[in-house]
């Protein structure tokens, strides 16, 4: 069973609309959740982490995490072209990650 | 955010040699640091969790005798692949983990190793 899960896509949304990456999980015991976001050819990036439930705001990015039904989500307000990359999700359990596969977001000028 | 080098960012070698890969964690210590392997349009494969002073956690399936980690101190582990074949060839990224919690964890810039 996966430990982390998320849509692959591509999502393609407009440039400006509100772009929605999902992303599930398995173990009740993971602690912090992260949003990365990887450009072609290059390493992943740490834009998000949350451990709370709820809401986290950082400029046009909000995480949002639920606990009780094991999802935690990033929106990305006023999507830009330069938002066009591939968004993994990871989980933290202990000192172990584990990432899901990623979701390509493509945003059409 | 905390930053993680890696050298060298490329490297071409001949099938049979072995290469080193260093990934040092530039503004903070990390008694933890982390190997992945990641092939063209496929997601981030752990290889192994390094600890400092002390003997490396490999996944299932790869040969701690071919890919040699060493994590000598709290800013630096190395990663050596010895005896290189093509199919090496991949882009590998360290990472390492700023503590305490919520232990966020940034990537070096990775390192393409190309075996001819």
């Known amino acids: 069973q996966k430990e982390v899960e998320q849509n692959s896509g591509p999502l393609s949304v407009p440039e400006g609309a509100i772009a929605s990456l999902n992303c599930t999980y398995s173990d009740r015991g993971s602690q912090s959740f992260f949003w990365y976001r990887q450009y072609s050819g290059k390493s992943p990036e740490l834009i998000m982490f949350i451990y709370s439930n709820g809401d986290k705001e950082d400029g046009r990015f909000t995480a949002q995490l639920n606990k009780a039904s094991q999802y935690v989500s990033l929106l990305i307000r006023d999507s830009q072209p330069s938002d066009s990359a591939t968004y993994l999700c990871?989980?933290?359990?202990?000192?172990?990650?584990?990432f899901g596969t990623g979701t390509s977001l493509t945003v059409i000028p | 955010g905390a930053v993680v080098s890696q050298h060298p960012s490329r490297v071409i070698c001949k099938s049979g040699t072995s290469v080193k890969i260093e990934c040092r964690s530039l503004?903070?210590?990390?008694?933890?640091m982390f190997w992945y392997r990641q092939f063209p349009k496929q997601s981030l494969m752990l290889m192994a969790t390094s600890n400092e002073g002390s003997k490396a956690t490999y996944e299932q399936g790869v040969e701690k005798d071919k890919f040699l980690i060493n994590h000598a101190s709290l800013t630096l582990s190395t990663l050596t692949v010895t005896s290189a074949h093509p199919e090496d060839s991949s882009f590998y990224i360290c990472s390492a983990i700023l503590a305490p919690r919520p232990y966020e964890q940034y990537f070096g810039p990775g390192t393409r190793l190309t075996v001819t």
């Open positions: 503004d903070f210590q990390a008694t933890t």
């Open positions: 990871a989980v933290n359990i202990g000192n172990q990650f584990y």
